[in-house]
């Protein structure tokens, strides 16, 4: 009986210094992003229209069908942003290899005969994946005129039977 | 607790310390690229990322500045080990759906590069340590109830 009110007394101790280093945290994370100039909304919008929505109320986003005609007119570079193994497995017909994880890498040798004005069309995989997204931003930054982000580029291309490529022998 | 477990509390007590501080530092001064990396996870409901992103980084701080400091340990070295496993899970998760994602887990630049095995491992290594923590921490504190239990 003792023993167990020993081992009773221990747990309860512990719950509550992690409750009280819960609280402690809670306390000054929200207080320090307060009084910070760089805050962050304690809610914020993580939608895709919300994601890819620029200052200037445009969005980034291009729909599939306007990322096809651009691709059959071949007016349009599209610059795939997943790694390497991804993008030699399959990627859509003609695509560059921008991985964003090792994009101060490829960056050079990638659009040294690319235009600033040239139309880009930056996608990867998934609906919420992030990294077409960075890349456009990266992009813009780096000054590209026309960029473009198609929201999961790699499977809205292949279920609508685009023509695709792939480098893997 | 002999010399020998003394030292090993001691040890790794301050190895987790140092790197919950560490790991919490860039985190806490880039909020809002943090945010995107936990986003990047896509676990969370939207109204729960900033939340995340902003309290994470300080329990990771104050549990280790508690674990350096030796203060509430049992409670700093068990949430360290709830966190690890929570980290460990995440990490798998995403590997199993090949989720192309930073870390974040030390940097919030996407410089640190897509996780793998190794970053796995790594916080397996972590766990380890923060259990055999957690037990020690645990064990000292139930010798503490009993002292006091017959000295009253």
């Known amino acids: ?169 | 607790m002999n010399s020998f477990y003394r030292f090993f509390y001691h040890l790794t007590r301050l190895v987790l310390g140092a790197v919950f501080i560490y790991a919490s530092l860039d985190k806490i001064l880039n909020p809002g690229a943090f945010a995107q990396a936990v986003f990047n996870y896509q676990v969370l409901p939207g109204e729960l990322v900033n939340l995340t992103a902003l309290i994470l980084p300080w329990v990771e701080l104050i549990l280790g500045a508690c674990l350096l400091s030796n203060r509430w340990m049992t409670g700093a070295a068990s949430l360290a080990a709830v966190l690890m496993t929570v980290f460990i899970g995440l990490i798998l998760f995403n590997l199993a759906r090949g989720l192309d994602i930073s870390c974040g887990c030390f940097s919030t630049k996407p410089g640190e590069g897509p996780m793998d095995k190794l970053t796995l491992l790594r916080d397996i290594l972590f766990l380890v340590l923060a259990l055999c923590l957690a037990g020690l921490t645990y064990y000292k504190k139930t010798v503490y109830h009993k002292n006091k239990l017959y000295t009253v």
């Open chain 1, 1 to 169: 009986m003792q023993q167990s009110d020993v081992l009773r007394q221990s747990l309860i101790d512990t719950v509550r210094e992690a409750c009280f280093i819960m609280a402690l945290s809670i306390i000054a994370a929200l207080a320090v992003n307060l009084a910070r100039t760089d805050f962050i909304p304690f809610i914020q919008d993580w939608s895709i229209e919300a994601r890819l929505s620029q200052d200037n109320g445009d969005s980034l986003s291009i729909p599939l069908s306007e990322a096809k005609t651009l691709f059959k007119g071949n007016k349009a570079i599209f610059l795939d942003a997943r790694g390497q193994e991804l993008f030699n497995e399959g990627h859509i017909k003609g695509a560059r290899n921008l991985p964003w994880h090792a994009v101060d890498d490829y960056f050079p040798e990638i659009i040294k005969d690319m235009d600033r004005e040239t139309p880009v069309i930056t996608y990867c995989d998934g609906e919420s994946c992030n990294l077409s997204h960075d890349l456009a931003l990266f992009l813009k930054n780096m000054g590209f005129t026309q960029v473009k982000v198609l929201v999961n580029g790699w499977t809205a291309w292949v279920e609508n039977n685009l023509p695709i490529e792939s480098d893997d022998k």
